[in-house]
């Protein structure tokens, strides 16, 4: 089983991830932040991935740095639930609508972290979330992962249904990324005999 229990303590936030990349998508998650407990649990649900997630944070100034060291806990866990990598098919993508939102997400996991991040918001906050927070989200979290992502809302004006196709098609297309391909066997997918 491809499991992971990392834990982050800093001045700014104490959070503690556990994941296992085969599982049913079930989650429990507190981080302190709503919204993004809502999002967390589509990259559970979509991506097959059981999510235990606990976090407190200084959120008497903002949810900033909650957001960030989440990102950043969740992508250490996943790379490290990951392992060596071998017999997976590397690549995933998705498209993924709600009413009038559509997102594209396509990911690599390369080693290489590098972010695409093409998301123009119709308003600022959802409820009480800044969603300036998304993209301090997916940069710690693809910085620790060793990932390449690239995320395309393509269309939207309710900026909820904007943030819920990214994190569904985000869930997916981590799914198909970390599935095993049984014709590789127990190959590593490079060419360069490491990722």
């Known amino acids: 089983m491809r499991t992971a229990q990392v834990t982050r303590n800093t001045l700014e936030t104490q959070i503690t991830v556990s994941l296992n990349l085969d599982g049913t998508g079930i989650s429990r998650l507190a981080t302190g932040v709503p919204f993004l407990d809502h999002m967390l649990d589509q990259i559970a649900r979509h991506g097959l991935i059981d999510l235990d ?6 959120l008497h100034i903002d949810a ?3 957001v960030e060291d989440t990102g950043i806990t969740l992508g250490q866990a996943f790379a490290q639930a990951l392992g060596d990598k071998k017999g997976i098919r590397r690549y995933g993508h998705a498209y993924v609508p709600l009413d009038e939102a559509l ?9 290489r972290p590098g972010l695409e991040y093409h998301v123009d918001y119709t308003r ?3 409820g009480e979330f800044d969603v300036d927070l998304f993209l301090e989200f997916f940069r710690g979290f693809i910085n620790h992962a060793g990932m390449t992502l ?5 269309r939207g004006i309710n900026a909820h249904h904007q943030a819920e196709t990214i994190f569904k098609a985000f869930g997916r297309a981590l799914r198909m990324a970390v599935e ?15 990722l």
């Open 64 to 66: 900033h740095h909650t």
């Open 150 to 154: 690239h995320i395309d809302n393509l």
């Open 180 to 194: 095993p391909d049984a014709r590789m066997g127990d190959v590593l997918p490079s060419t360069k005999g490491a």
């Open 53 to 58: 997630i606990q976090a407190a944070g200084d």
């Open 103 to 111: 997102s594209r997400v396509v990911v690599d996991l390369s080693g």
């Open 124 to 126: 600022a906050r959802i």
